[in-house]
């Protein structure tokens, strides 16, 4: 039933208001007021709340836009439903079912009654906690990773590679210190030396 209550003006004529939703028009007469509640406020969309003339509209409202199927069926086959409730067409395109809802039955597509939604209340956004979290941000800080100074591989001898000794230029690298198991170099003479006694050696042998 609407929410229709009687209201007195400054020149005693009765009038009507329309509490529906904070609607708030007024109307000469109780059939005046029906008339408008049955086009604004009776058939509305639950999710979005937009509000339209007929339930054919509203079924129409909702299959095109929140029916997860209609999109891919639509790209196929016709499913675009006239605006008159008496007309059974069904079309391709929105464009092409809005010409014919004007030119054959004179209804407009989705002006005036189809663009109205529920009054809704905006929410104020507070900025003072956002800027107050980023003034305590440093401006001049740098991150650094948790980067070991040396990585070490193996179990028994330790060996190793100074990370922070590679992040210098080439020419201040110090040169690592020669280690006990270094190759030394070899002399011909004594690769021959050797060379003659393995032969001699192999020789008494047969």
Sequence with gaps: MADCSAASSSSSTETFLCGENGCMEEFASVGEHEVHYEEVHRHHCSRCGQRFSSNHRLEIHLEENHDPFFQSLSKTNPMFRCYSNDCESKFMT??????????SHGLLD???LDKRKRPTKMQPVSTSSSSTAANRLPTNR??????????CFGGGTEKSFDIAA??????????PAASENALKPIECADLAAALKSDLNQANSIK
């Excluded at 929105?94 to 030119?103: G, L, Q, Y």
């Excluded at 740098?142 to 990585?151: A, F, T, W």
């Design 142 to 151: 740098k991150s650094k990773g948790n980067v070991p100074r040396s990585v």
């Design 94 to 103: 929105s464009n092409e079912r809005n010409d014919h809802s004007v030119d």
């Design 166 to 175: 590679l992040r210098k230029p080439w020419h201040q690298r110090q040169r």
């Design 110 to 112: 989705r002006f005036d």
